[in-house]
């Protein structure tokens, strides 16, 4: 591992430096390096089997790089697993929430796990609650919700224990612009009032132009580009985010994941108005 103490990484929130991940002879993961500041939308996109997902397990400690460095809130994943936990929220690609218990009991469970202190539980519960309007439903099963309900549910458990830092793959994949766009507001107020550092995946690149302060292309492993959703359009004289991801690329977004083209760009309309 590279040892990172001697560089200045008190205002990041995520300092990775020539990760790799290898499964046999396939290199998931290829040497990459890229940092995150504190309180930053920070954009991870590339297409699929591009390393995302493989980056972010190793990040939030399901996977253990073959080799390189990495800081999250100043911990190393691989030596601190503990305190890297502790500090960052995150919501999977996969539903995770338990359909059979209600709204309040899901927060509830997650409290208890991360111990947060039982005087403070409830009140974080109600404020976590209201925040995504669900507080007038905490008392029905979950399987009972909408696909965009459950999705504001693990939202507001994934912050329920304050980290400083929410992991997001694939947050609003399948659910309708609506409530994609809900769910991105009351991120964004979240980050303007708690400097929070979200750090997400998205194949809908509306969203990421929209919402990212800056943003990182990963294609096969590497990371070939990186800056704000401006700089990577003006650098490929692209028009979109989206024109922008393909000239970078070469590869469309598979339908069945982001919608067809034609609903993306209506997505980008809604976004502009």
Same mark, same amino acid.
């Given at each position: 591992?590279?040892?990172?103490?001697?560089?200045? !990484?008190?205002?990041?929130?995520?300092?990775?430096?020539?990760?790799?991940?290898? %499964?046999?002879? %396939?290199?998931?993961?290829?040497?990459?390096?890229?940092?995150? $500041?504190?309180?930053?939308?920070?954009?991870?996109?590339?297409?699929?089997?591009?390393?995302? !997902?493989?980056?972010?397990?190793?990040?939030?400690?399901?996977?253990?790089?073959?080799?390189?460095?990495?800081?999250?809130?100043?911990?190393?994943?691989?030596?601190? #697993?503990?305190?890297?936990?502790?500090?960052?929220?995150?919501?999977? #690609?996969?539903?995770?929430?338990?359909?059979?218990?209600?709204?309040?009991?899901?927060?509830?469970?997650?409290?208890?796990?991360?111990?947060?202190?039982?005087? *403070?539980?409830?009140?974080?519960?109600?404020?976590?609650?209201?925040?995504?309007?669900?507080?007038?439903?905490?008392?029905?099963?979950?399987?009972? %919700?909408?696909?965009?309900?459950?999705?504001?549910?693990?939202?507001?458990?994934?912050?329920?224990?304050?980290?400083?830092?929410?992991?997001?793959?694939?947050?609003?994949?399948?659910?309708?612009? #609506?409530?994609?766009?809900? *769910?991105?507001?009351?991120? $964004?107020?979240?980050?303007?009032? !708690?400097?929070?550092?979200?750090?997400?995946?998205?194949?809908?690149?509306?969203?990421?132009?929209?919402?990212?302060?800056?943003?990182?292309? *990963?294609?096969?492993?590497?990371?070939?580009?990186?800056?704000?959703?401006?700089?990577?359009?003006?650098?490929?004289?692209?028009?979109?985010?989206?024109?922008?991801?393909?000239?970078?690329?070469?590869?469309?977004?598979?339908?069945?994941?982001?919608?067809? *083209?034609? #609903?993306?760009?209506?997505?980008? $309309?809604?976004?502009?108005?």
């Amino acid at each position: 591992m590279i040892n990172m103490q001697n560089d200045n !990484t008190e205002n990041y929130s995520v300092v990775v430096k020539n990760l790799t991940k290898k %499964f046999k002879d %396939f290199t998931a993961v290829d040497n990459i390096s890229f940092s995150v $500041k504190c309180g930053e939308t920070f954009a991870f996109l590339g297409p699929n089997g591009a390393g995302k !997902t493989t980056t972010i397990k190793m990040l939030t400690t399901l996977l253990r790089p073959t080799s390189g460095s990495m800081l999250v809130n100043g911990h190393d994943p691989g030596t601190d #697993q503990d305190a890297v936990r502790r500090s960052f929220g995150i919501v999977f #690609q996969d539903p995770s929430l338990d359909d059979e218990l209600t709204a309040y009991e899901n927060m509830e469970f997650h409290g208890v796990l991360y111990k947060v202190p039982a005087d *403070i539980l409830p009140k974080k519960i109600e404020e976590l609650l209201n925040f995504v309007e669900l507080w007038n439903r905490k008392n029905e099963t979950v399987k009972h %919700f909408s696909g965009g309900m459950k999705r504001r549910l693990e939202i507001a458990r994934g912050l329920l224990h304050t980290p400083e830092v929410l992991f997001m793959d694939e947050p609003t994949i399948g659910l309708d612009p #609506q409530t994609r766009n809900h *769910i991105w507001k009351y991120l $964004k107020d979240l980050n303007g009032t !708690t400097n929070i550092t979200v750090f997400f995946t998205t194949h809908y690149m509306d969203e990421a132009e929209r919402v990212a302060d800056r943003v990182a292309i *990963i294609d096969k492993g590497k990371i070939v580009a990186e800056g704000s959703p401006e700089e990577l359009m003006k650098n490929t004289g692209a028009g979109s985010l989206e024109d922008a991801f393909l000239s970078l690329t070469g590869k469309k977004i598979r339908e069945e994941e982001a919608g067809s *083209i034609d #609903q993306m760009r209506m997505n980008r $309309k809604m976004w502009s108005k």
